[in-house]
């Protein structure tokens, strides 16, 4: 502690000035090699979580390229209900186009958002799609989430599996209630009816894109 | 270095008598949003007791480098510092994990409880003293937040270390009560935390209280019975 106290103001401000520069320049020091230390680690759990997502919508045994390199960015796209650019992931199989992988959002939720993976192959069919996000009635509304839903062999979200676009006519793009085609649980139709039309504004703006998705660079349209 | 009887009062009172969830009640903010369940409380224990031995070693070391006009700052700094390295420990080894805590792990530097360990003891005491001061506040809160996890765990949903995976991926819940259990979501909101926390610190003063009454009934006994030993 200071004993000195003979000190001119003028003097004291310089040396505690000094004595808290010496020990910003420590810490910030230590905190560079921290930061150095960690960051390839940090990078590949993050590169792991993607993965593990991408796994839920799209099996690793259907294709072979490093997919998370292999991106596109969309811009702000109303077809998929995104307000912000987002990334599309290309899986190819030998190097010819697999499927895309893609986020939407279905904006009409029962409360809020509803964000979606969807993993569309070439020929038009539905790989997987999964529920990434959301703030639907715990216990109601939430089975559109696979973890949630009670019904654990052949969750809700699966029916979806294998369809296509142009398998569903655009007037069955709708819960039974309303005289389309997907099943829906009584008591909580808000949230599925909002995942049944972002999914299917999804796919049939997939549709329209085609091949240009697949284009090695530039942003579709 | 440390004697007996120092320690002894050091890890009595991190443990039980200057506990900081019920005795000084810092750091509700983690204490009421972390506890869901069991294991989250003591990660985030275990975290904020890395933090607090790191720093009150560090502060202890310095002490007599860091003028008393500036030591809020300096103290901040190395806090701050210390909980970001912890920070990146957690993003790059316990990734899941880092998820659910999310901002509780910065926020450790506005734990009352790290700054107020650093200003009335680090700041005070040698080194050796301050780092077992700041390792028995950490155990304190470690045994409370785990306890009161556990609690709201298995009133909330029925199951014991929900979460364990994300620490060791080969351990999994305990259920202990049945699989129909319909869950009580009262437990696992704030309000529920609130709750179970008053009664653990009713329970806390209903043990001193009654430690207090025995002690002050026994004075006479030891007397007689002195020399029997």
């Known amino acids: ?221 | 270095m440390i004697t007996r009887e120092e320690f002894k009062t050091i890890a009595g009172n991190g443990i039980w008598k200057q506990n900081t969830s019920i005795a000084q009640i810092l750091g509700l903010c983690p204490l009421l949003a972390v506890t869901t369940n069991a294991v989250n409380g003591i990660m985030l224990s275990l975290a904020t007791i890395i933090v607090m031995a790191m720093s009150n070693f560090a502060i202890a070391s310095l002490r007599n480098l860091i003028p008393h006009e500036i030591r809020i700052p300096v103290f901040i700094l190395i806090v701050a510092a210390l909980v970001t390295v912890v920070d990146l420990l957690f993003n790059a080894n316990l990734h899941e994990l880092y998820l659910v805590l999310g901002i509780f792990i910065p926020l450790i530097v506005t734990n009352c409880i790290v700054l107020a360990r650093v200003e009335a003891f680090a700041a005070k005491n040698p080194p050796i003293q301050s780092t077992f001061d700041g390792i028995f506040m950490g155990v304190g809160m470690l045994w409370t937040l785990a306890l009161l996890g556990g609690m709201r765990e298995l009133l909330g949903n029925g199951t014991l270390f929900g979460g364990i995976d994300m620490v060791f991926p080969d351990l999994h819940a305990i259920h202990l009560l049945p699989e129909s259990y319909p869950g009580f979501l009262l437990a696992l909101l704030p309000p529920g935390a609130f709750i179970l926390l008053g009664c653990m610190i009713a329970w806390k003063n209903w043990m001193d209280a009654r430690m207090a009454q025995r002690a002050r009934q026994k004075p006479p006994e030891p007397l007689a019975t002195a020399g029997c030993h």
């Open chain 1, 1 to 221: 502690m200071s004993e000195e106290k003979s000190f001119s103001a003028q003097g004291m401000a310089v040396r505690t000035a000094t004595i808290l520069f010496i020990f910003v320049i420590i810490f910030t020091a230590s905190l560079s090699a921290a930061y150095l230390w960690t960051k390839p680690a940090i990078e590949a759990s993050a590169a792991q979580e993607k993965m593990k997502l991408v796994d839920e919508v799209l099996s690793r045994s259907e294709y072979d390229n490093a997919l998370l390199d292999d991106t596109l960015t969309l811009p702000a796209t109303t077809a998929l209900g995104l307000d912000e650019p987002s990334t599309l992931y290309r899986a190819r199989r030998a190097g010819q186009p697999f499927a895309i992988i893609f986020e939407a959002v279905a904006p009409d939720g029962y409360s809020g958002k509803v964000r979606l993976l969807i993993a569309l192959r070439t020929d038009g069919s539905i790989a997987g799609i999964r529920v990434t996000q959301h703030k639907e009635t715990p216990g109601l509304g939430d089975y559109i989430e696979p973890k949630k839903d009670k019904n654990k062999k052949t969750p809700w979200i699966s029916q979806f599996q294998n369809l296509s676009y142009a398998s569903i006519a655009d007037k069955e793009w709708k819960v039974k209630k309303d005289g389309g085609h997907f099943e829906y649980y009584a008591g909580a139709t808000v949230s599925p009816r909002a995942v049944v039309k972002a999914i299917h504004k999804a796919v049939r703006w997939a549709n329209e894109q085609g091949d240009a998705l697949y284009a090695p660079t530039g942003a579709a349209k």
